[in-house]
């Protein structure tokens, strides 16, 4: 993975601290609102450069009396004003109705065009409507439908300012941070909070798995994975993850039922924290098991929640 792509997929892990619980902390003290837009490799803060972002804004203004929420993704939709930022959207997304504040929660409707996006694209067109509304007094989160569902491989549906921060610029370290998911003694599994080093080598995927296979550093937590076994290959298609494991995975899985549900899910729940990661799908030797201890496997595996002890 080259460099410059590295940058742009982190600085698409960083929600930048615009959005606040509350808002209000990108509105510009003269009326006006932040309206966020992608920025193009070549421009200005081009992302694979040093100190460089995958989003900026440019001020807008709207109407007395408009609509906030309403307004600022009428702004976003009919694109940027400067040159050196682009429209995030394709053609022909459009509003289905106005957006709605209720509890927190800014729910906005889209048209079908948006739910072709997927991966980085998707992850940068949500977060620039998440920086714009997030501005709005009241909006903590942000719920983006398409056609009034739910885009199913997203790994979250409400998008807030996230814990997965990226540090470091063209010629400097650049590090995920990240919970792994480990099993606990005493059953379950619990998040331990790690920075991981992405380097040329590596895709975030290969990174993360990298992280999570060297085991815990926390006291009460065990990896079970297999000393034999060894990861394939592992990459993301169509909002799922694909591990390819070799065949020790398998022949040497944990004899307890409930110690193999930790091992896979450790996996799974720590996988489908990336943005364009909805669901994973295990294989061993380029096939799908039909199952791994008691779990089937021949289908994609979303995060267990309910495994995960505080």
Same mark, same amino acid.
Request: hydrophobic residues 40%; charged residues 20%.
């Given at each position: ?75 976003? /939709? *009919? +694109? =940027?004003?400067?040159?050196? #930022?682009?429209?995030? @959207? $394709? %053609?022909?997304?459009?509003? !289905? &109705? ?114 999570? /296979? *060297? +085991? =815990?550093?926390?006291?009460? #937590?065990?990896?079970? @994975? $297999? %000393?034999?076994?060894?990861? !394939? &290959? ?77």
């Amino acid at each position: 993975m080259s460099r410059r792509l590295l940058a742009l997929y982190c600085a698409l892990l960083l929600l930048l601290p615009a959005c606040k619980q509350g808002g209000e902390a990108g509105q510009s003290g003269n009326g006006g609102y932040q309206v966020y837009f992608a920025v193009p490799f070549g421009g200005e803060g081009d992302p694979g450069e040093a100190g460089g972002t995958a989003v900026a804004s440019e001020i807008r203004r709207l109407p007395e009396g408009a609509d906030i929420p309403g307004g600022l993704m009428e702004c976003l /939709l *009919s +694109g =940027p004003v400067s040159d050196d #930022l682009a429209s995030p @959207f $394709p %053609e022909g997304v459009y509003l !289905l &109705s106005q957006p709605t504040v209720e509890e927190g929660v800014c729910r906005v409707n889209l048209s079908e065009k948006y739910g072709g996006l997927s991966g980085v694209e998707l992850t940068l067109a949500d977060y620039c409507i998440v920086l714009t509304l997030c501005q709005v007094p009241g909006v903590e989160a942000v719920s983006i439908d398409v056609e009034g569902s739910p885009i199913p491989y997203r790994d979250r549906q409400l998008l807030r300012s996230s814990d997965v921060v990226l540090s470091g610029g063209e010629d400097q370290p650049l590090y995920l941070t990240v919970k792994l998911f480990f099993p606990r003694r005493s059953g379950g599994l619990a998040a331990e909070e790690r920075n991981v080093l992405l380097t040329e080598q590596d895709t975030p995927v290969t990174a993360v798995l990298n992280a999570l /296979l *060297s +085991g =815990p550093e926390t006291q009460g #937590l065990f990896f079970l @994975f $297999p %000393e034999e076994a060894h990861i !394939l &290959s592992a990459w993301v298609e169509n909002g799922n993850c694909y591990v390819d494991f070799d065949a020790p995975f398998l022949d040497r899985e944990p004899e307890s039922a409930a110690q193999a549900q930790q091992l896979l899910y450790a996996i799974v729940n720590t996988l489908c924290q990336l943005p364009d990661v909805g669901a994973v799908q295990i294989l061993v030797e380029g096939e799908a098991p039909e199952r791994y201890g008691e779990i089937p496997t021949s289908s994609p595996l979303e995060a267990n929640k309910d495994l995960v002890v505080d």
